[in-house]
């Protein structure tokens, strides 16, 4: 038989009606959670705290909440019916750990229904002592758990005036506040730490001296974000929907577009670099190119035009001072030539008519015409690296082949020297310093590797000229880079090459195993004036 039916008439209309009335109020305070910034939702909090305790007539209704980091809780909402004394002021930042049976019990259960603290058991003899300074007789505490099962507090009904059983319909009423505060306020900690992000990412990015450009996978610029201030050459002030490639002409376009073909091979980014405007008024860029959602990319680009120009300067004025060292090795040379080196002519010539006069021949005589005789082919070796004739003269290109001839001779190695779409019209300095690198690694082949064939290529590309010299010889032992850093022994030279190219923006590859091959790549000016007198014909 139904137990309803069993109940007088007015008790049933009775249960009927708070039942109707608790879901009303749920509804009432479901409602009013919804939508609401932080300020207001603690006043929402409170107002539901009031409904509900004074719904099920208790003296008290409050919410703590934990912070689990701190193994602390703080009674942070509360409600008291006239003539209850408040308790929230002293309830702060209390230990968990003085809490331990009501925690142990609440990570198991979803409530704790205390009729009457007196038959509190043994083990929770510390929660006792405090609900009894406290004055509470009987007490309702229901967890509070978010979305992945954690308690993060409960909130809690006491009776202080009077000794009370908990209905079912308090249990419930406890039980479903509790989960729409939890979710309120897990949801209001997502927004107000979605918030503190957007704010970092909003200061991060307004502090940033970066143009920020996302597009799609057909180059439609959809945003672009300019720093404040900044001034940008028209080229990249584009409206929204032109395409980024137009702003981009040529090799910087296939650099940008080699950079966003890494991304879709896989690669988190991508690195380009381009320039803008003519002359004086060029600009230098860099970029970084990453994935922003589903068929979009970001790009954050950087103005380098003042580290470009420091760069310059800075290549510029090595390259000055290697000039300024070949004046002074081309003086050098000229003095060993025109002056020592006539004198030993002279003398050459001088004993030669000594012996013919003479018509005998004399051992010591002999004996120092050729020391003489080798010290003048000693005297021409010195003043060809002192300053080669054939650089300044002819041009780097014929300059490496003579230098070719020279190292392989009849019994030497076979060099072999590709210049790849003639010889480019490069710098004196740059010239000058290509010319003294390749000697270095020709010698090192010759000499160290004892390789017997070299190949020698000296191509240009994009504003930079990439030498290489491979040869087939014994290969360098250990690391050769580590070598080329510490100028260890057998390694002096590289170290020198390397020093004389950092200055300059140059770099040096090197691979080695079977045979060595040294790549050398060096950037240069274009539209520099300063260039060797045959590589401008």
């Not at 069993?6 to 749920?26: C, N, T, W, Y």
């Not at 603690?42 to 934990?66: K, M, N, P, S, W």
């Not at 100028?487 to 045979?515: A, D, K, N, V």
Request: glycine share 8%; with cysteine.
């Amino acid at each position: 038989m139904d137990l309803q039916a069993q109940l007088p008439s007015d008790r049933l209309a009775e249960d009927l009606a708070r039942r109707s009335d608790l879901e009303q109020l749920v509804t009432r305070v479901s409602r009013s959670f919804v939508g609401l910034g932080s300020d207001d939702l603690a006043a929402a909090i409170e107002r539901a705290l009031a409904q509900a305790g004074t719904f099920v007539a208790a003296d008290r209704c409050y919410l703590f909440q934990f912070d689990l980091d701190a193994a602390t809780m703080t009674n942070t909402h509360e409600w008291c019916a006239d003539g209850i004394e408040p308790q929230i002021g002293i309830l702060q930042d209390l230990p968990l750990a003085i809490f331990p049976w009501c925690l142990r019990i609440l990570a198991d259960e979803a409530y704790i229904d205390t009729p009457l603290v007196d038959d509190l058991p043994q083990e929770a003899a510390a929660e006792k002592a405090i609900l009894k300074e406290q004055g509470i007789q009987s007490v309702l505490l229901v967890r509070l758990c978010n979305r992945a099962g954690e308690v993060t507090g409960f909130m809690g009904f006491d009776a202080v005036r009077a000794v009370r059983p908990w209905r079912t319909e308090d249990i419930q009423l406890l039980t479903v506040l509790s989960d729409l505060v939890a979710a309120a306020l897990e949801h209001d900690a997502l927004m107000r730490r979605l918030s503190e992000s957007e704010s970092r990412q909003r200061a991060t990015l307004e502090a940033l001296p970066d143009v920020l450009v996302v597009f799609d996978t057909q180059g439609r610029i959809l945003e672009l974000s300019v720093p404040e201030g900044m001034e940008l050459p028209d080229a990249l002030r584009r409206p929204v929907g032109v395409s980024v490639w137009r702003v981009l002409d040529g090799a910087d376009r296939a650099d940008a577009r080699a950079a966003a073909q890494r991304l879709r091979d896989g690669h988190l980014f991508g690195e380009f670099g381009f320039a803008l405007g003519e002359g004086a008024e060029r600009s230098h860029f860099e970029g970084r190119l990453t994935r922003h959602g589903s068929g979009r990319y970001l790009a954050v680009i950087r103005d380098v035009t003042s580290r470009h120009q420091s760069e310059t300067a800075l290549r510029e004025l090595a390259l000055e001072l290697t000039s300024a060292e070949e004046v002074q090795r081309r003086d050098l040379a000229l003095q060993l030539h025109d002056g020592i080196g006539q004198e030993l002519t002279a003398v050459n010539l001088r004993l030669q008519a000594l012996r013919q006069r003479t018509g005998q021949s004399d051992a010591e005589l002999t004996q120092a015409i050729g020391i003489l005789q080798d010290t003048m082919r000693k005297t021409q070796d010195l003043t060809f690296d002192l300053s080669p004739t054939a650089l300044y003269e002819l041009g780097l290109g014929p300059a490496l082949a003579g230098l070719a001839r020279r190292y392989s001779g009849s019994e030497g190695p076979v060099i072999e020297v590709d210049i790849s779409g003639g010889a480019p019209a490069l710098p004196t300095g740059t010239a000058v310093l290509l010319f003294r690198v390749a000697r270095e690694l020709l010698v090192n082949a010759v000499k160290h590797a004892q390789a017997g064939r070299i190949a020698l290529r000296l191509a240009v590309v994009r504003g930079s000229v990439r030498m290489t010299v491979a040869d087939d010889g014994r290969g360098m032992p250990g690391d050769p880079m580590s070598l080329a850093q510490a100028g260890q022994s057998g390694g002096f030279g590289l170290f020198s090459i390397r020093q004389r190219l950092e200055p300059l923006g140059g770099r040096m590859e090197i691979t080695t195993g079977r045979g060595t091959i040294v790549a050398i790549t060096l950037p240069f000016d274009e539209q520099s004036p300063n260039r060797t007198r045959s590589e401008t014909a």
